[in-house]
Nanobody
Framework: VHLVESGGGLVQAGGSLRLSCTAS????????AGWYRQAPGKKREWFAD???????SYAYSVKGPFTISRDNGVRTAWLIMNHLKPEPTAVYFC????????????WGQGTQVTVSS
C-alpha cells in the first residue's frame, strides 16, 4: 500500500491550499481516508476524514471553511483549506483505514503547510 500526498506549501493568511492523497495497493472504496495534523512540538492529532459513503467529519478544533472529499475512481481524497489563518509550519499526514478498523492502517509521507501573516 502506498499513499502519496501533495499540495502543501507556503501560503499567505487568507489564502487556500488543497491537499491531495492518492492511494494504491488497496481497495480505496472500502477505506476511510483522512488527515492528521502535527503542529510544532505537539503530537499528531486527527483533523478530518471522509467515510466510505462520502460523509465528512472534522475535528472540533478545525476552524474555517475546510472541505474534505474523495473520488474512489481515482483513489484520491482531498482536503481544501480556505481562509487560512497564520500559523507556524504544521505537517499534515494523510491516512487510510479500513472501514472496520478503528485506527489508521496506512500513512502518507506528510506534507508541510505554513501560513504566513
Amino acid at each position: 500500500v502506498h499513499l502519496v500526498e501533495s499540495g502543501g506549501g507556503l501560503v499567505q493568511a487568507g489564502g487556500s491550499l488543497r491537499l491531495s492523497c492518492t492511494a494504491s495497493g488497496l481497495t480505496f472504496s472500502q477505506n476511510v481516508a483522512g488527515w492528521y495534523r502535527q503542529a510544532p512540538g505537539k503530537k499528531r492529532e486527527w483533523f478530518a476524514d471522509v467515510g466510505t459513503d462520502g460523509n465528512p467529519s472534522y475535528a472540533y478544533s478545525v476552524k474555517g471553511p475546510f472541505t474534505i472529499s474523495r473520488d474512489n475512481g481515482v483513489r484520491t481524497a482531498w482536503l481544501i483549506m480556505n481562509h487560512l489563518k497564520p500559523e507556524p509550519t504544521a505537517v499534515y499526514f494523510c491516512y487510510v483505514r479500513h472501514w472496520s478498523s478503528r485506527d489508521p492502517d496506512f500513512w502518507g509521507q506528510g506534507t508541510q503547510v505554513t501560513v504566513s501573516s
